[in-house]
């Protein structure tokens, strides 16, 4: 049987995959400042984007983000293991984007991944340390976007 303890740390990691998704889905950057350590190393170079450390990261959302007209993550499926005040997990995401044409039509392709996480626990709550994609599929990626 799990600790009262156990399942609240299960609760607020899975709250944290749902906050990295809002903060990106509605283009709400900084409150990933509420889902990151400040020194995480964060990997996206599997789809074409950077590797490093967060705050360049975030610019580079800020930044790239806002060329979709939509998009959003579904995530589900977390195998999260905890050890004391670290864990890990690996949750899959299935990931529509919507890039906007400039006859005004609109290309949409979808990336299916999988997000390996190190977790730890700080002061202000679980936040992720670590982030690598891992592809599983793309289907309809634009020529050179990727």
């Not at 990691?13 to 350590?37: G, R």
């Not at 039509?105 to 700080?122: K, P, Q, S």
Request: hydrophobic letters at 35%.
């Amino acid at each position: 049987m799990k600790s009262l303890e156990e399942i609240s740390d299960r609760l607020e990691i899975q709250d944290l995959l749902v906050s990295y998704s809002h903060a990106i889905d509605f283009k709400n950057f900084d409150e990933l400042d509420d889902v990151f350590t400040p020194d995480a190393h964060i990997d996206y170079t599997v789809f074409g984007g950077p590797k490093g450390p967060y705050p360049e990261i975030k610019a580079y959302l800020a930044n790239t983000m806002p060329m979709f007209s939509s998009y959003y993550h579904m995530v589900a499926t977390s195998k999260v293991t905890i050890d004391g005040d670290t864990a890990t997990g690996v949750t899959i995401c299935h990931n529509p984007m919507v890039l906007p044409l400039p006859d005004g039509a609109e290309h949409v392709f979808i990336c299916g991944l999988w997000y390996h996480d190190r977790y730890v626990r700080t002061p202000d709550g679980w936040r992720i340390a670590e982030r690598v994609e891992q592809k599983t599929y793309v289907e309809n990626m634009p020529e050179g976007l990727g």
